[in-house]
């Protein structure tokens, strides 16, 4: 979610208006996506590389990520979505802590959108992880055990498909170390839309382009045709 700085910018706000108008964002494509059956959507909110952001507006958006945690998920039981946050909570202060549980917990029955917020989340972080945890449940099996589907259900979003899909709004053309291993396969549609201008036609218009592609997966186009 690209771009909600150089939108305050433009206006000659202070950036974190954008931050408050890329909330805003949050909301229209979370609605969105529910409404057209989609069913797990992840948001990068916050990279283990945003914490090299100025310190106030790392407090900012730290404030404004509780408050959404305190605000929304009411509105997210409501309409029947599970929230989920992925990223390594501990750096967070023990109320944020506190509040994505209790967000969590409230939500852990829904069987509609499954919503993930990627918060202090990285691609290498969450690999380096799996590896953690597969070593630890395993803790007398040889390394050369451990293959693509023992490491897989170890990942953030074990358990849900494959993204199939990742839009980056801004103009940026890069996954800047978001869900590096399960991307192996997904289309990429990149938007010169600042995240705060993203609506439900920018979604429309991602899934257009998607559907217009072949996807092999190794195949060739006739195997696929074939099928």
């Known amino acids: 979610m690209d771009g909600n700085g150089r939108w305050a910018k433009k206006r000659l706000l202070p950036r974190f208006i954008g931050h408050q108008k890329g909330l805003n964002a949050v909301k229209r494509v979370v609605s969105h996506c529910s409404e057209l059956g989609v069913r ?3 948001l990068f909110a916050f990279s283990t590389e945003n914490w090299r952001r100025p310190e106030d507006e790392v407090n900012k958006l730290m404030g404004l990520f509780l408050k959404a945690l305190q605000r ?3 509105k997210l039981d409501e309409n029947n ?3 989920q946050i992925i990223g390594d909570r501990s750096a967070f202060s023990e109320e944020i802590q506190a509040n994505i549980e209790l967000a969590e917990s409230r939500t852990a ?3 509609g959108l499954v919503l993930n917020i990627a918060a202090n989340y990285g691609g290498r972080w969450d690999v380096v992880e799996a590896v953690k945890k597969w070593q630890e449940k395993n803790p007398h099996s040889p390394i050369s055990e451990l293959d693509e589907q023992a490491l897989g259900q170890h990942v953030c979003l074990a358990g849900l498909p494959e993204p199939d899909l990742l839009i ?3 103009g940026e053309q890069r996954i800047s170390n978001f869900l590096i291993w399960q991307m192996a396969y997904t289309e990429f549609f990149f938007t010169p839309t600042l995240w705060p201008d993203f609506d439900e ?3 429309d218009e991602a ?3 998607f559907s217009q592609r072949e996807r092999r997966f190794g195949k060739t186009g006739d195997q696929v045709k074939s099928c």
């Open 207 to 209: 899934i257009l382009s």
């Open 72 to 74: 929304e998920v009411g």
């Open 168 to 170: 980056r709004t801004g």
């Open 201 to 203: 036609s920018s979604i």
């Open 109 to 111: 029955d829904n069987v």
């Open 40 to 42: 797990s959507l992840t």
């Open 81 to 83: 979505v599970k929230l």
